[in-house]
């Protein structure tokens, strides 16, 4: 949560009309499903700061290591897509980061990371991390500047220091918090023990001397991957936002972006299910990579005075540019529920939609579904559970050109032949994603369709073992691999998960779309086809499961929903409503090996993308 001075009070939402044509964020995000004509490139940027002086918004990122002098790199706009570069806040790291954390000039960091920008009431402060990676040799600096227009930094010294051995924190990460009742604390944090706050002297911008270190969050487990703290205040509440998973892997990056919330800011923290972010299942995801905003992270806050609106401004890595590392700039709202909700970015996706759905996998012959055994994380297994409806048993399959990867959508992490132990009997369990790592063919996935709408699941590793339920299709059951038998053991029925969208397999914009929202009357049926990404027409799915099969009667969502009647797909690609013309027709959906689906009735087969509204 930023303190900035009176006169620069972010604008309002409905004040952006004047500055990017949006009318509200229901609007902005409703505009970014129409990708445009022409989309300006997002600025190089990892680990964004904002903050807004007389008119112009300022950002403050982690420098770039393959080039020298680039120590905190800014850039300014007035629009939040266009960006002037200003150049790097220093040239040179002091001399007191290099004499604390032991280095010669020669083996210094070659940037400094995450910074945080704020206004004291008399000065910006610029807060940034050095460090030696991967261990909690760290230290955490402040600059200052009495402005931001041609600013001149001046070095004020070291703010916090984690050693080896000594401290159990890591110093970098820092976030200035300003409570309630106008104290100011810093908050730091990343990896080893995880996210911590101490209240700190507005006249130096240090930390109150004597005053310990509180934590706040910390996953229980192994190697705790979470960073990156940024505040909100609202409605009588900190919200504390978070990176989960790890970023810096360009394309490869599954960095996410997850909150909890608290009434007093050193916490406790709880997510939206009431599990404390001090227990590794807390934390509730608001954010994750879709479409070319691969590994959505790195996050910073700027909201206006009383915390209603504001600015959540990002790093991705785009896919469609090498992994280059890149500005994401977001509105901030809050739900009915009372908590925050993310909006596309201002500057919007060239694709439609939000990246891949999330299925449930469901064994031939049972109703239980593939699980993660206790919503566990690296090593938890992979078994048949009762349908719980929770993440834990969501999956989303992703093409990456040599098979497919099969993610949990609570873990973030993906199946894999446990171990790599490819014999039949080998276990099917969860890892991070290592998948793009050379010869490592053990998290990838291929697909076969033995008929009628089922679906085997098999290793890319030699000898294709398949997916195999061991014993009956209940709960409780495991999932291994064995080699191919064509046994209904081996065989699975894929269910969408919510509304869906059924895109074109060639053109990144287009999606099945019901004609003018509803079934037409008499005798002919409402047309369906692939048409451009458009919020008011009807191009949301839903799949509901015909009991015995592997097939599906596929809804519209909201079509004819004013006459009162359920519109779904006939068995051509048209839509009708049930009990009237003729009945639903029954549909399988088989994922292929080229990331597409195979849309099937007993008339026609469809190629479709299945992604997320």
Known sequence: MKRTPASLVLITIAGLLGVIGLASPAAATAATHRPPATRP??????????????????????????????YLPLKRSRDLVHWEE????????????????????????????????SWSGTEWRLYYAASQFGTNNSVIGLLTSPTLANAQWEDQGLV???????????AIDPNIVTDA???????WGSFFSGIHVVPVDDATGKPVAGAQPVRIAQRQFAPNAEENPTFAWHDGYYYLFLSWDYCCRSVESDYRTVVGRSPDLTGPYVDADGVPLLDDKGGTEVLRGYNEFVGAGGGDLLMDKKGRTGYFVNHYYDATDGGAPRLNVRTLTWGRDGWPVISDPINPSRSIGHGDAFVQIVPRGGTAVVDNAGCGYEGADIALWDDLDNACQQWQLSDRGNGTRILNRYSNNVAEVAACSNVDGGDVAQWGWLGFLANNDCQRWTFAAPGDGWTTIASILPGNRAWTVQGAPAAGSDVLISSPTGGTEQQFRVEPVGDVL????????????????????GHRAGTVGFQPRDERACQTWRFEPVAGTAAYTVLSVGADARRGAVACLGADLTLVRAGRHQECGAWTLVPTDDGTWALSSDRTTQAVRLLLP
Request: proline share 10%; charged share 20%.
């Open 181 to 187: 009742d106008g104290g100011t604390w810093l908050s």
């Open 86 to 117: 200003l150049g790097p806040a220093i040239t040179e790291l002091p001399a007191w980061v290099l004499e604390s954390l032991g280095v010669t000039p020669q083996n210094a960091p070659r940037d400094a990371w995450a910074p945080d920008l």
């Open 502 to 521: 059924l895109a074109s397999p060639t053109d990144p914009h287009r999606t099945l779309t019901a004609a003018r929202c509803q079934s037409r009357s």
């Open 41 to 70: 490139v997002d600025p190089i940027a990892h680990d964004p700061t904002m903050v807004k002086e007389k008119g112009w918004y300022y950002v403050a990122i982690t420098g770039d290591a393959a080039f020298d002098n680039t």
């Open 160 to 170: 916090v220091r984690s050693q080896p051995g000594v401290d159990t924190f890591n």
